[in-house]
């Protein structure tokens, strides 16, 4: 009876196999670096807005409390964003002509709103309370980064679920003092974890690990 197979088909379908399997292994890791990528995730990327909104000027130089213009941030789970009436406020006088300003005293002048976009963006399946953050004990820095220094605002974090998970397993480390949740560039005292235990106890801040805490 003739051979049906050469002498080295079972190395070549050996190494065959070791291709795809080697393949598989590589098109796997790709998919996972890609997923967590700063492409992917927006860390660092800057979102066009109608105006070029200077949070360094804004909050650096000028020393403007987060809560002016988010007014809403420590009592419901949208922070709110500023009206055009609160921008001219000071607009009105300050830089009252800037070509800059032009799409605020538009929109002021007749009424309708400003575009803003968001840059914290989470998706449509994932409940996140600013009021809740705040009111026990998040600094907006923790996940807004050190938006006084920043001309234009970026992503200071990937917020997917793993970083979130992170806080909402042990919260102790990221507390704040009330008198220090909108400050930037705070820093914890020396005894840290004496202070630590004391904001768990007096925020009451126990594990959150539920999927229902986000997921509603």
Known sequence: ???????????????????????????????????????????????????????????????????????????????????????????????????????????????????????????DFVFFDHGAHVRNGVGCETCHGRVDRMPRVRRAADLRMPWCVECHEDPSPHLRPPDAIVAMGWTPPDDRDALARALVEFYDARPRTSCSECHR
């Not at 009876?1 to 190494?15: D, K, S, V």
């Not at 890609?34 to 949070?55: E, L, M, N, Y």
């Open 1 to 123: 009876m003739a051979q049906l197979f050469r002498p080295n088909a079972t190395l070549h379908a050996r190494l065959a196999l070791w291709a795809v399997l080697l393949g598989a292994g590589a098109l796997a890791g790709i998919a996972w670096a890609h997923s967590r990528s700063d492409w992917t995730t927006g860390v660092d990327r800057h979102v066009a807005q109608p105006i070029p909104f200077s949070h360094e000027h804004h909050v650096g130089d000028a020393g403007i409390d987060c809560r002016y213009c988010h007014h809403s941030v420590e009592d419901q789970a949208f922070a709110g964003l500023p009206t055009s009436e609160l921008c001219m406020h000071c607009h009105a006088e300050l830089f009252a002509d800037a070509p800059t300003l032009a799409p605020v005293r538009e929109s002021f002048a007749a009424g309708a709103p400003l575009r803003w976009w968001r840059v914290h963006d989470l998706p």
